[in-house]
């Protein structure tokens, strides 16, 4: 104690040296600005949330908990042991610890803990936790024609900063066309917009903004950002990255931005779009937004492991996006920096936890219309032959097939049991499975046959395909070989508990495409899980599987017991079970019909001419019109099951392998309780999201849409708004414009008009030395927005500056030009064949996205690969991006197509071409410099061009306005907004 009492004294003296380099005026120590960014970066990890990772008993995230043992003793510093702690430089008792690798605090620091205490050691909850309804705005808003201009201003005044004048006509409109639309403006648009600016800049601003938001552009545009947060890939990732159905997921979302669809609302459907009532077509498709996650489609996987693994990046992911917090963190324990347990994420997951994840049909007017005139012509020829049926043939025909065919009676399983899926009995007595699937699965069935009254002398098993099942098959294999196949490895019957044997089997097809062997009968009862029958090839279609037994069965019950087992998931996703009681070999015929005994009519004479060898040309008339009916695009969604609840554990250390304990779904205890009256589903937690009870998800969004006009959001640490995320610039302005967007419906589009038309957004980007001095990073906002666009953007501005680019809005994926070589790096060294014709050209929002090879120039420009939930892109600038647009040949073709169309004389066609590209009028000397650079190309192609007696150089006119147009696509000032 003497020591300490030494140590304290020495540092007193200090602290009065240091007073006034921190807080010295005696102003009051702030908590949430001073204290607990050092807490949080020094202390909580091991004195924080997590109590299972707690040392020495202390936790200092609470005042409760902070006095308990005397570690801060309020109104007295000398008294409190974290102060000898911070101070002592005993290693073996010094705050932080060597260990830690965190450096010590700083006098300045040391003196904000004491002053701190002395004032009472006052506890704040932090800002994000609050609702944004509560803060107190003290700016006076109503002396400003926008409220932006009021925080901007005064936070500005308290920097001894003041803002930037205006940016010029061309500059603003440029900015603007950028920001909303993602295209520059055509030089007719520019002319036209200074031109009425000049006489009415406020009603001209006011007008071209709201023409801006309301072109379909505005949608694609800020689909990109949402798509970033959605991890939006058209492949599965891992291993064999394989094309998947979600482009329809992407359309969706381009519409709902450009019908302004209220956020609130666009957030429910893409969380629980399938649970709202009478969910339309629609709203279905919006839940691929949980869909996006990556899918391992190595046959050696447990499929369960990769769909827990794919909750808990759902879990992150709506973490991030709608509360702003690094909720992954809580997967393995409780957070260490924030207030989220180890269970509260569990309890999330088990809020997500309760849904199948269907491929859905996605049935366009056009092609609906297409499939019935097809289905027309396939009624019309049908009809046609059965009217050229030969009378007698068809009766000794029909003769013959009686005699050969079994009367089959269905049966409806009385008791059903599975080793994981849900069973369900159908109306027709098949039954569908769904639910959770491994790689070896039983279904045990029991039926009641006492009521049959011969003997039962065989069984059949009737794959059904079905549209709600993988590929419309019958089974469920979607991982690894065909989409709706299956893998029927055993059959094992017993009648009343006793073991029956079978005497042969047939089957109408089949056929083994992934792995070894083939499909015979006798795989289903030879003992051998590894042989089996599958329909491979043939999964839309019925097929038959028939066991005759060795002696005939009399019983009052009868068990089957059905194991599929194969190196991936193969169970049978819908079947039927029949007996028949017919003497004699039975044989599985196959077909459209399940029974031609009691088939009648038509129906049947229609069978006839698709199996009679004297219809064998209508046949392949029949086989072709069939390949002509178009199939549905597919887009992934998210079902939720119901009347059953998948359970939920916490995993320890967030091993898939160490469940432990149910947990209930619920939010996160900070946050409180989902509403008492509704359920604690998906949907009531997507409502709640963005309700008034969560704080964060109107900030969040708000922060999102100020850091892409200004190229840095007002709270800075983007995805986390937790306890070490960087303070709000502007707090105030933040829950004003949350409340006001709240308020006002939601409207995305009143946001980003408030934004885009305030005097904060329209100053001048010029960077005084007087401004860079005391704000380098622009976060005060005393100059106008500036920086590089992205990747995606920068080739869209050059297809539509050269008059290529398709606008063409939605539509599956395409393939522009890139290297070859980008693709060879992934798995099997996939070929990217370049779309020739308008998909050459479409907006870079719809380019092919391989998570294993993102496209090669976007991803030079910082572009996502799409595995995870990216709430900000990183911004560089390298050698690389100045490569790509030199030589990549997108852009060469662009140069080149803007050279075609060049005319007049030299100075009017680098005037023309600099307007197109970068929306002004060159200088006098930026003119001079780009002619003669277009004369000395051109005199020295000419040159080479005599010299090698013209063979392979190309038209050198036209070569050196390709290059002066790559000269002018490098400018800073065409991949900078601003």
């Known amino acids: 104690m003497m020591e300490r009492a030494k140590i304290m004294a020495v540092t007193a003296v200090v602290f009065l040296c240091v007073a006034g380099s921190a807080n010295g005026n005696g102003q009051e120590i702030d908590f949430a600005r001073d204290i607990r960014p050092i807490l949080s970066d020094r202390c909580f990890k091991c004195h924080g949330f997590d109590d299972k990772a707690r040392e020495g008993d202390l936790a200092l995230h609470s005042f409760a908990l902070a006095i308990k043992d005397g570690a801060i003793v309020p109104g007295d510093a000398d008294a409190s042991e974290i102060m000898f ?29 004491r002053k701190w205490i002395d004032q009472g050691a006052k506890y704040e909850e932090h800002w994000a936790f609050r609702s944004p309804r509560e803060t107190k705005i003290a700016v006076k808003t109503e002396e400003f024609r926008n409220p932006i201009d009021a925080f901007i201003e005064n936070k500005l005044k308290e920097k001894g900063l003041e803002m930037a004048g205006r940016a010029d006509a061309y500059t603003l409109l440029r900015r603007l066309s950028l920001d909303l639309t993602g295209l520059p403006p055509t030089p007719a648009e520019t002319e036209t917009f200074v031109e009425a600016y000049q006489s009415d800049a406020r009603g001209t601003l006011e007008k071209t903004v709201d023409n801006l938001l309301k072109r379909p552009e505005y949608g694609e545009k800020w689909a990109r950002d949402w798509l970033d947060l959605a991890r939006y890939s058209d492949t599965n990732g891992y291993e064999k990255d394989r094309e998947r159905p979600i482009w329809p997921y992407r359309d969706w979302v381009i519409h709902a931005l450009n019908e302004d669809k209220p956020y609130d609302q666009f957030s429910i459907e893409q969380l629980a779009g399938d649970m709202l009532p009478d969910a339309t077509l629609e709203q279905k498709i919006a839940t691929g937004f949980h869909r996006n996650t990556m899918l391992n489609e190595e046959g050696g996987i447990d499929p369960l492991e990769f769909r827990y693994l ?56 056009a092609l609906i219309q297409q499939k019935n005139q097809v289905q027309k012509q396939i009624d019309q020829l049908e009809k046609a032959l059965v009217a050229k049926i030969d009378p007698v043939k068809y009766f000794h025909w029909y003769r013959e097939t009686l005699e050969k065919t079994a009367a089959w009676q269905v049966l409806k399983p009385v008791k059903m049991k599975s ?26 069935l029991e039926f009641d046959i006492s009521g049959i009254k011969d003997p039962v002398t065989a069984i059949r098993i009737e794959p059904i395909p079905d549209k709600r099942l993988p590929g419309h098959g019958s089974g469920i294999a979607y991982y690894e070989g065909h989409p709706g196949d299956f893998f029927l490895s055993e059959v094992e019957t017993r009648a009343d508990g006793r073991k029956l044997t079978y005497s042969s089997g047939s089957v109408d097809y089949g056929k083994i495409a992934t792995g070894f062997g083939t499909a015979v009968p006798g795989n289903v009862y030879d003992g051998d899980a590894t042989s089996g029958w599958a329909t491979a090839e043939q999964e839309n279609k019925r097929h038959e599987l028939v066991l005759n037994f060795q002696e005939p069965v009399t019983a009052k019950a009868l068990q089957v017991s059905l194991l599929f087992q194969r190196h991936f998931a193969a169970g049978l996703g819908r079947f039927r079970i029949s007996v028949t009681t017919d003497k004699g070999t039975v044989l599985a015929l196959g077909g459209a019909i399940p029974d031609l005994v009691k088939a009648r009519g038509e129906a049947l004479m229609r069978h006839y001419v698709r199996v009679a060898p004297e219809f064998e040309e209508g046949q392949k008339e029949l086989e072709s019109l069939e390949k002509q009916i178009p199939k549905f695009p597919q887009t992934l969604v998210m079902q939720e099951w119901d009347g059953r609840t998948r359970p939920t554990h916490r995993h320890h250390r967030g091993e898939y392998l160490q469940p432990k304990e149910e947990v209930s779904p619920a939010i996160p205890v900070i946050f409180g309780k989902l509403p008492e009256h509704e359920p604690a589903n998906r949907l009531t937690f997507a409502k709640w999201l963005v309700s008034d009870a969560n704080p964060l998800a109107a900030r969040v969004v708000v922060n999102r849409a100020w850091r892409s006009f200004f190229g840095r959001g007002i709270v800075n640490t983007a995805g986390d708004y937790g306890y070490q995320s960087e303070l709000p610039s502007h707090p105030g302005l933040l829950d004003f414009l949350s409340v006001k967007l709240m308020d006002e419906g939601w409207s995305l589009k009143n946001l980003h008009r408030l934004i885009v038309i305030s005097d904060t957004y329209l100053q001048d980007s010029t960077v005084t030395p007087e401004s860079y001095a005391a704000d380098p990073e622009n976060i005060y906002l005393s100059r106008g927005p500036r920086f590089r666009m992205t990747g995606e953007m920068i080739r869209d501005c050059a297809l539509h500056t050269s008059g290529l680019l398709t606008q063409q809005i939605g539509g599956p994926s395409v393939r522009p030009p890139q290297p070859e070589t980008v693709t060879t790096i992934a798995y099997g060294a996939p070929k990217w064949t370049s779309d020739e014709g308008p998909d050459r050209y479409r907006r870079s929002l719809y380019t092919l996205h391989k998570r294993t090879a993102p496209f090669a120039a976007y991803l030079t420009f910082d572009g996502p690969t799409g595995e995870s939930c990216l709430p900000r892109r990183n911004r560089s600038n390298t050698p690389l991006q100045a490569l790509t647009l030199m030589n990549d ?48 190309q051109r005199g020295r192609l000419e040159l080479l061009r005599r010299k090698s007696e013209g063979e392979g150089v190309m038209d050198p006119e036209l070569t050196a306005w390709t290059l002066v147009v790559r000269a002018i696509f490098n400018l800073d000032e065409a991949v900078v907004k601003g």
Not at 99 to 105: D, F, I, M
């Open 310 to 365: 794919a909750m808990v990046d759902r879990v992150a992911t709506t973490g991030t996006v709608w509360l702003g917090l690094t909720t992954g963190c809580a997967q393995c324990h409780t957070h260490k920096f924030d207030p989220i347990t180890h269970t509260d994420f569990y309890s999330m997951m088990a809020l997500l936890n309760n849904a199948d994840e269907p491929a859905m049909d996605v049935p366009s007017e």
């Open 889 to 936: 040949p997108m852009f060469i073709e662009a140069a080149r197509a803007m050279a075609r169309g060049v005319e007049g004389t030299d100075e009017e066609i680098v005037t023309d071409l600099f307007r197109k590209i970068v929306s002004r009028t060159p200088h006098n000397s930026e003119r001079t410099i780009l002619v003669n650079f277009y004369r000395n």
């Open 419 to 444: 080793s994981r899926p849900h069973l369900s009995v159908m109306h027709d007595g098949s039954i569908f499975a769904t639910g959770d699937f491994t790689k070896r699965e039983v279904y045990d």
């Open 85 to 113: 702690r911070i101070i002592t430089d005993d290693r073996s008792e010094m705050m932080p610890p060597p260990k830690a690798n965190k450096p010590a605090l700083t006098k300045e620091e040391i003196e904000k803990f």
